[in-house]
């Protein structure tokens, strides 16, 4: 079972409707690795339930683990920058927003979650500058295996029925 419906329906702070709990995203070991998760219980997952004990694991997949023509896409790994900078020249990352990266590439750092509103929601940064995930805690900080910005995959599908002539 991936998803469990919540009782009470509760939205969080960033106007998601939060209706369910996410379990594959919150299981260990990581997809492909073998970094363990920091546990959450399932009353910890929404961001309004206090829990000044969760430190989640950081993991950001390599930019040069990426298919070479993905590389330019992939920002670098924003907690390891951080933590090896020595100076407060620290290059800030636009979220929310389309941008063009140093190297003059175009990155959409806006989510596509639905707000319930008609619109889209406004990630939530943590103190590392870091969006937190609008789900819930999961565990894990940082990007895992993904890029940052919009994962959008569309598939097209076209049928017809040569007996009516009617195309779908």
Same mark, same amino acid.
């Given at each position: 079972? &991936? $998803?469990?419906?919540?009782?009470? %329906? ?7 409707q &939060?209706?369910?709990?996410?379990? !594959?995203?919150?299981?260990s #070991? ?9 546990p $959450?219980? @399932?009353?910890? $997952? ?7 004990d969760?430190d989640p694991v ?8 990426? #298919?070479? #023509?993905?590389q330019?896409?992939?920002?670098? @790994? !924003?907690?390891l ?5 020595? @100076?407060? =020249?620290? #290059?800030?990352f &636009?979220?929310n927003? =389309? ?7 175009s990155? @959409?750092?806006k989510s596509?979650? %639905?707000?319930? &509103? ?16 609008p789900?819930?805690r999961? %565990?894990l ?10 994962? !959008? !995959? ?12 009617r195309?779908?």
């Amino acid at each position: 079972k &991936q $998803v469990s419906s919540k009782p009470d %329906g509760a939205s969080t702070g960033t106007n998601v409707q &939060q209706t369910t709990l996410h379990y !594959i995203s919150r299981q260990s #070991p990581y997809p492909g690795t073998k970094i363990q998760r920091f546990p $959450v219980p @399932d009353k910890y $997952v929404p961001w309004e339930v206090m829990w000044l004990d969760y430190d989640p694991v950081a993991y950001t997949r390599a930019r040069s683990l990426f #298919p070479a #023509p993905l590389q330019v896409y992939v920002d670098e @790994d !924003i907690l390891l920058l951080r933590a090896k900078s020595t @100076d407060k =020249s620290f #290059p800030a990352f &636009q979220w929310n927003c =389309s941008a063009v990266s140093p190297a003059g590439v175009s990155i @959409d750092r806006k989510s596509w979650i %639905g707000d319930g &509103q008609g619109g889209i929601i406004t990630y939530v940064l943590e103190s590392e500058g870091i969006p937190r995930n609008p789900a819930g805690r999961t %565990g894990l900080k940082g990007r895992g295996a993904f890029r940052d910005g919009a994962r !959008i !995959i569309m598939f097209f599908s076209s049928s017809a029925d040569m007996r009516s002539r009617r195309r779908l």
